[in-house]
């Protein structure tokens, strides 16, 4: 679904992603660990089309179609979504009118209608219900004064609205507290499926003792340097990543 290969990007002067290769199936859960600094974050943002970036060479496709030469809008609608790890707080709009243009963007590009304004409600609704959002959040604008964990809780929010064909979810677990993190957790595994790929980037095992990923792919200098199934997340929480980290 999401295929990776030989991926050169940065900033300009600098290469961050470096020579890297990855292949995630329709389906599968791939968990990325790997040192502060490797270029995690950066890899996600090369994929979802931020603008500071810049691709050198490589190649990335999402069903086969290239996704480096398409807007980050264009991205989105063929199903691309980014949980970033520090979500942007976007004053003067609010989170409501935020959600309902972000769904009927994609509903547009499908060549769907746009939701009624009751069907819109009710989805948000549920959605918020299941991942314990408050309602009075959805008032405010997005993100303003919003704690860590309720931004990370907002961003599954809008993943579980969007529906995406490939989730990248960056650092998702970082600054939830122990019910957050369950709760997160069963939002991410609810959109589990045949037909969705994850990209689950984390430092820590208690994330994946909820999210079991299929794939487990250790990062260091701006490449995939091992890859294995879920033990390789107990191994490294076990011995850390020196043995990978020097072996490349
Ligand atoms: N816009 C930028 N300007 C300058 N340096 C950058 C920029 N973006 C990334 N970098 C640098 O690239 C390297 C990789 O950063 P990145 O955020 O991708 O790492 P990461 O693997 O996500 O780390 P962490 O685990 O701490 O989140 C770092 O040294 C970082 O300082
Ligand atoms: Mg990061």
């Not at 991926?7 to 968990?31: M, Q, Y």
């Not at 609205?161 to 997160?184: H, M, N, Q, W």
Request: aromatic share 4%; glycine share 10%; hydrophobic share 40%.
């Amino acid at each position: 679904m999401l295929e990776i290969k030989n991926l050169v990007a940065g900033i300009p002067g600098r290469t961050i992603v470096d020579g890297l290769s990855l292949t995630v199936k329709p389906g599968e859960v791939a968990a990325i660990m790997g040192p502060n600094g490797s270029g995690k974050s950066t890899l996600s943002y090369v994929l979802a089309g931020r603008g500071d970036y810049e691709v050198t060479s490589g190649e990335a496709t999402l069903d086969g179609d290239d996704i480096l030469g398409l807007d980050p809008e264009e991205r989105a609608a063929k199903g691309l979504f980014l949980a970033f790890q520090y979500p942007v707080e976007i004053p003067g709009v609010a989170t409501m009118t935020f959600l309902k243009a972000a769904m009927n963007a994609q509903r547009k590009t499908r060549g769907e209608p746009e939701l009624s304004a009751p069907d819109f409600l009710r989805r948000v609704r549920e959605a918020a219900k299941s991942l314990s959002v408050d309602p009075e959040m959805l008032k405010r604008p997005l993100n303003v004064g919003f704690s860590g964990g309720e931004k990370k809780r907002m961003e599954i929010l809008q993943m579980a609205l969007l529906e995406p064909r490939c989730a990248i979810l960056d650092e998702t677990d970082s600054g939830l507290d122990i019910d957050a993190l369950r709760v997160v957790s069963a939002g991410v595994n609810a959109l589990r499926g045949k037909d969705r790929a994850f990209l689950v980037i984390t430092h820590y095992q208690r994330l994946l003792d909820h999210v079991r990923p299929d794939t487990v792919h250790v990062m260091s200098k701006g490449r995939i340097v091992t890859s294995g199934g879920p033990e390789l997340a107990l191994e490294l929480e076990k011995n850390g990543y020196r043995d990978h980290v020097d072996a490349a």
